[in-house]
């Protein structure tokens, strides 16, 4: 077994990972970039060691530099997390080449699943039904065209072949729809993972989203354990995850399960991995296979008591899976509600900030995997996904309630969250029949009416009592070190800017913006990225909620909308140029344009 294993990722999947490995007694390496000196992962880990400036290009994402603190650091296997480089096969390559244990699958597993037309192919191939569509890639429209004439039939879904969990995904209802869809999903298949390669499958109208967990070891054993449902889904991003799936009986249950773990066979799989697919009509498909822990592994454990990044652990230093398919029961209910620092009211869009007050949930059967505290500060740099709340219960209906309890008791001050967009979500009939929600999903007025209650400033815990002992960070060589300085007021009780850092800055902003004639009339960008699509010219008309521009960033579309209506009176932004969190977006005045 390891002694000592670096965590390559930051927020609540780095911590998630260092209990499991200080249940095995294992050692844990944090790192961590410039941003994030003071986040929680770095002090719950035994080492840490800086990467780089805060941008995930300039450090949780420089292969070389995670390799080189590996070494120093002693330590023999590296825990990617999800995201970041968890789906990079060349890492992967890179972490064996330099005699460091990947604790995931094997390399050739990452690539066979990540080209999904070759997934497609290698499914297929293996008895897997996948999505009626093509395995091989279509080159042009006019070839798209005469294969949905010919064999598929409208609607269909263009995807492009490198992307995944709905990047590059688009529909044409009709062949009319067909040319703007091909172009759209080859242009974002380009942008996103430099291959304009796509697909074509036929589009499913109103599918569940239901995948398998699957586990195997290097010894030949796969097992699956079971089904989630993450049906409930904005812009391709779950919101909301649940096992078991609702709409899944004992019959479909074995018949998927068992999908999964031929699928993971098929590509020589090790190590944790879900299968994705869509469930229409009693009907599977495999869609993709994402070859990492998913954000949503939690809901799994709870029901079927198995831990699965310990197993992940324990397999990859070459144990066998300490359990047998047979062994594997589905005990009762659990939820997951994805904690991000995003307003549902306003389009999902981000809110980063400083939290205030924060207080988790606790109780029976409650379980909160965060990376959050109370004066952290939510990062315009990274996912907005801050924490996770994950409960179990008997059943469904019981799980709804606990959910709605332990989301009530959860304190959490200074910044939007979608708490309460789930506590209103999970109170609807839609809910309550397990019906998909996507209706709800897209429906604006309901949307608006989970608002937020107003955001309180944070508690003024910046003022701290003069101390005299306090605890500091240092960095010696790159390495972080706490020490402890007993007797030094350091300027009494003004001593918290030192310590801070500029990453408590954020909350100044809401005030700034403010002017005089009621509400702010500027909007602001709330998180760095590329000015993807503009929507809007100055001198229009907007509804408040009305769709203004598109915010690339960290491989996702940010849709930016107006906070109010009025009249656009600037637009100082430009498609394709970057733009950072705080730059101006538009200005809107109150009063109709003059006419
Ligand atoms: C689909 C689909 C319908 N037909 N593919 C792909 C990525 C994942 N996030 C959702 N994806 C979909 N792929 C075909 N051929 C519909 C979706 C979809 C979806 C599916 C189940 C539950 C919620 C969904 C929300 C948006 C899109």
Redesign the pocket.
């Known amino acids: 077994m390891f002694s000592k294993v670096l965590v390559a990722n930051r927020g609540e999947i780095a911590i998630r990972v260092m209990r499991a490995l200080e249940e095995l007694g294992i050692a844990s390496v944090a790192v961590y970039s410039e941003a994030d000196r003071d986040a929680p992962h770095v002090r719950r880990a035994d080492e840490a060691y800086l990467l780089g400036p805060g941008p995930a290009a300039e450090s949780y994402l420089v292969v070389e530099k995670i390799l080189e603190v590996a070494k120093q650091s002693g330590a023999e296997a590296i825990h990617p997390g999800y995201g970041f480089l968890a789906e990079n096969a060349p890492f992967a390559r890179a972490c064996e080449e330099a005699g460091i244990v990947f604790i995931g699958p094997p390399a050739d597993a990452i690539d066979a699943m990540g080209s999904k037309t070759k997934a497609r192919e290698l499914m297929q191939a293996a008895g897997v039904p996948i ?1 009626p569509g093509t395995t091989d890639p279509v080159e042009t429209v006019e070839d798209a065209r005469k294969i949905i004439d010919d064999s598929i039939g409208y609607p269909v ?1 263009i995807k492009a072949a490198g992307g995944g ?2 990047k590059g ?1 688009r529909v044409a209802l009709s062949e009319d729809e067909l040319q703007d869809a091909f172009e759209g999903a080859a242009r974002e298949g380009e942008k996103f993972f430099s291959d304009a390669t796509v697909y074509i ?4 109208p109103d ?3 239901v995948e398998v967990q699957v586990l195997a070891d290097s010894h030949g054993n796969v097992v699956h354990l079971y089904e989630r449902d993450c ?1 409930v ?1 904005r812009r ?1 991003q779950k919101v909301i995850e649940e096992a078991p799936a609702p709409a899944v009986d004992p019959e479909l249950r074995a018949r998927i399960g068992k999908i999964g773990t031929d699928a993971a066979r098929a590509v020589g799989y090790r190590s944790a991995g879900t299968i994705e697919g ?1 469930l229409q009509d009693g009907e599977y498909y495999f ?1 993709e296979m994402n070859t990492r822990v998913q954000v949503e592994h939690c809901v799994t454990e709870m029901v079927t008591g198995v831990d699965i990044v310990r197993e992940q652990i324990l397999v990859a230093s070459g144990a066998e899976l300490s359990f047998a398919q047979e062994d594997v029961e589905i005990r009762g209910h659990a939820i997951e509600c994805r904690i991000n620092a995003e307003d549902a009211s306003m389009n999902f869009a981000p809110a980063p900030g400083q939290i205030g007050a924060y207080r988790e949930p606790s109780g029976p059967f409650v379980r909160v995997d965060s990376g959050a505290e109370t004066g952290y500060a939510v990062l315009p740099l990274y996912d907005p996904m801050i924490a996770k709340l994950i409960i179990w219960d008997v059943d469904r209906e019981s799980s709804t309630r606990r959910m709605l309890r332990a989301l009530s008791e959860f304190e959490l001050q200074g910044i939007k969250t979608l708490i309460p967009f789930h506590a209103a979500l999970l109170k609807t009939d839609e809910w309550a029949n397990g019906e ?1 929600c ?1 209706n709800l999903m897209e429906d604006r007025e309901w949307l608006k009416a989970t608002a937020p209650e107003k955001v309180e400033a944070p508690a003024g815990g910046d003022e701290d009592e003069p101390k005299v002992e306090r605890d500091y960070a240092v960095e010696v060589s790159g390495r972080k070190f706490d020490v402890k300085v007993i007797g030094a007021a350091f300027g009494g009780g003004s001593a918290n800017g030192a310590a801070a850092g500029g990453a408590r800055k954020a909350p100044k902003r809401a005030e700034r913006k403010k002017s005089a004639g009621g509400g702010p009339d500027q909007i602001e960008s709330p998180l760095q990225g590329n000015m993807w699509k503009v929507v809007v010219k100055q001198g229009d008309v907007v509804e408040e909620g009305q769709l203004l521009c598109i915010i690339e960033a960290m491989k996702m579309e940010n849709e930016i909308t107006a906070h109010k209506a009025g009249t656009i009176a600037a637009l100082p932004i430009e498609e394709g140029k970057p733009i950072s969190a705080g730059d101006p977006i538009a200005t809107i005045t109150s009063a109709p344009a003059e006419s």
Do not use: D, K, N
């Open positions: 999505v879904a969990g709905g995904f499958e036929r589009y499913l599918p569940r989203h049906s889904q391709h869509l869609l998909t996507r």
